[in-house]
Every structure is written in C-alpha cells, then in structure tokens.
C-alpha cells in the first residue's frame, strides 16, 4: 500500500497539485487549507464543507497530523507551557504568554540546539533535529485549537527550542504558512537569532518581512566567545555588518537582545560600549536579566545594577527596556527550555 501524504506536509502548490491530480480544482484546495490552518481540523472527517465521498477519498490517500500533547503546566503569571510530541518521539516545547494586549506564541524551531550557549539550558544536550514546516506551523495551530475561540495568538516570536537560522529552509517556508494560510501579520513575528551573517542576507531576501531579533548579550568578542561560542565564527562585527544590510522599512528596527549576567557583561563600561555599537541602528534593546538554569553558577545582576545599565542607555537616547521574566515557576523562561517533562 502507498504510504499516506501528510496534508500538512505540503505547500501551497504542492496542495494545488495533490487536489488536481484528484480531480479536484483550485477551491477545493483552497478550501482545505482553510479548514486545516484557520479551523484547526486534525481529521479529514471533521472537513464538513466536503461530501463524504470526498473525504473519503482524500482519506485513501492522505491524512492530516497532529502534534500530541504530553504535558501542560500554567505559571502563576498567566503563562503556559507545552510539552509536545512529534511523530517519531522526540519531544518540543511551546510558550504562550499573555501580555496586556497581546497573546504571544513563542515557538521551537528545532529539538534542541548545537550552538552551547553558556547561559541557556536547550544546548545542554545538543542538537537531536531540525524542526520541518509544518512541525513549527503545528504548535501555532495545536495551541490556538486548544484555546480557541475566546483568545487569538497575535504575535509569534522564534524564540524557543533551537537556532532558527540553523534550520533557515524550514522556517522560511514556515514563516509564509504562518503569514498567509493562518493570517498572522509579518509585523508581528519575530525571530531571534545567535547572529549566524550570512544567513540573515537569505532571510532578508526569501522570507515575508519580520522582525528580526540578535541575541548580542556581549560588547567584545572577548566576552561574548566566552558565553556564546558561535562567536568564534561570527564575531561581533561580522554579525552587526550583516545587520545593517538587513532591510529595515520605515520605522522598523532591529531588536537586539542582551542578558544581563553579574559581573560577566553588567558593568557601566559594558554599557557605554553598547551605546558605541548600536548607537546608529535603528534599534531597540531589550535588556534581560539572567534566568538561572540548574547547576550553572551565573545570577543575574542586582536591581540597582540593571538600573544603571539600563540609564546608560537611555541617557544616550537609546530605546532600551529591561524584559520582565515570564513562567520562571514552570520553566518556561527564555533559557529554560529543555524539552523534557518536568514532574
Ligand atoms: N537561538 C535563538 C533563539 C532562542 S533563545 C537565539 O539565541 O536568539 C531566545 C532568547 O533567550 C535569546 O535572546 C537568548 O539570548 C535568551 N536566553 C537564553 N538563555 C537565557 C537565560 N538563561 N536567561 C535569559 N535569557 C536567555
């Protein structure tokens, strides 16, 4: 027997294709995506808009997959936690955090992460895969069907398990299925990066116009090749050399993101060469102070300490916010991710 096409494996045309080899035109393949990205089906059946011949038939050969959920904890603050598993076993995890008007989507691009960050739980264990399209479009859908329909996900942000650029063809092609079968608006996706250069060129000019976010955490190489190792290949300056080839429309900036780590990257000389590099972006910063991860001996800096830093920028004119921590209660902060349940 021919093995089964998963529905959610293909693209727009790859659709289009499929249906039309039935014999089926472009608005019935119109209308699947639409039930599977913007209803949430997860069984061909639940198609009601198709007779049932049709769904049978489409059932002979196809099947829609879904991610199953292992483990759901709530934080105190509202936020949520998602332990997904995907069809061969390996396990994701997914973050949804309300904010006054928001309701935010932080999604994994891979099952872990090879890029050993000092500070950052998800490397411990090295990188088991890349995450495919349609397993990063998944935890969009999985979550919204499960909260819906009293709340709307509006923004995504890639800043769970993995290095997104790392795995650029499937979040790409991600990125269009989240911009224009879900309906999610560009401007409200952002994606984070380690600052791997020459791949921020291939975002800029293949995928839909996001937001893009640099983990920069560091003002020399020195420092920074001591806390995020990819610095050896892409030092600071090659990194922020790709970033301002990065188009920017009007308005528009780049977010750069800096932990605060005591005594590591918190000094007001820190602060001051921050200024020195950034100060002709068009950009934002958004200053996080360390969430601890087990057996690691770095702390986040004192209040007065983040205070000051943050001054020295702002006395500078630079846009800079100091990120309040979500989910810390249930591991679920930037850092914390791992992928496994937590009892
Ligand atoms: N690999 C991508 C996306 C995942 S990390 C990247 O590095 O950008 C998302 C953000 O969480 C990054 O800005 C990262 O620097 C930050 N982060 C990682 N570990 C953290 C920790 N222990 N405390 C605070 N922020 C952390």
């Avoid at 393949?29 to 489409?58: C, P």
């Avoid at 942000?157 to 790392?166: K, N, Q, R, S, T």
């Amino acid at each position: 027997m021919l093995k089964k096409i998963n529905l959610k494996e293909l693209t727009k045309d790859e659709i289009h294709a499929f249906m039309s080899s039935s014999g089926l035109s472009r608005f019935r393949a119109d209308q699947l995506i639409h039930w599977i990205y913007t209803k949430y089906v997860s069984d061909i059946n639940e198609i009601t808009e198709f007779s049932k011949g049709l769904r049978n038939s489409l059932r002979n050969r196809s099947y829609i997959s879904g991610l199953k959920l292992e483990q759901h904890l709530k934080s105190t603050d509202g936020t949520q936690k998602f332990l997904f598993s995907l069809e061969d076993g390996h396990t994701i995890e997914t973050v949804l955090i309300p904010d006054d008007d928001r309701l935010t989507l932080c999604v994994s691009s891979q099952v872990g992460c090879a890029f050993s960050c000092a500070f950052c739980q998800t490397g411990k264990s090295g990188l088991s895969r890349n995450l495919k399209a349609y397993e990063i479009v998944d935890q969009i859908l999985t979550v919204q069907k499960g909260i819906q329909p009293q709340d709307t996900i509006s923004n995504v942000v890639f800043m769970g398990m993995g290095e997104p650029l790392a795995n650029v063809h499937e979040v790409i092609e991600a990125l269009w299925r989240i911009v224009s079968f879900i309906g999610i608006s560009k401007r409200r996706i952002t994606l984070s990066t380690v600052g791997i250069a020459p791949v921020i060129g291939l975002l800029a000019s293949h995928a839909p116009e996001i937001n893009l976010a640099i983990s920069l955490n560091a003002t020399t190489d020195a420092i920074r090749q001591k806390i995020m190792p990819v610095n050896r290949r892409y030092p600071l300056k090659t990194v922020l050399d790709a970033c301002r080839t990065f188009p920017l429309r009007p308005r528009r900036r780049i977010t750069f993101e800096y932990i605060l780590i005591e005594g590591i990257n918190d000094s007001a000389d820190d602060a001051r060469r921050l200024v020195k590099l950034l100060k002709h972006f068009p950009c934002k910063i958004n200053l996080i102070p360390l969430n601890p991860i087990a057996g690691s001996i770095m702390h986040p800096p004192s209040e007065i300490i983040i205070q000051r830093f943050q001054n020295i920028l702002v006395q500078k004119q630079m846009t800079a916010m100091v990120r309040k921590s979500k989910g810390q209660d249930i591991n679920a902060s930037c850092g914390q991710l791992r992928g496994h349940p937590v009892s």
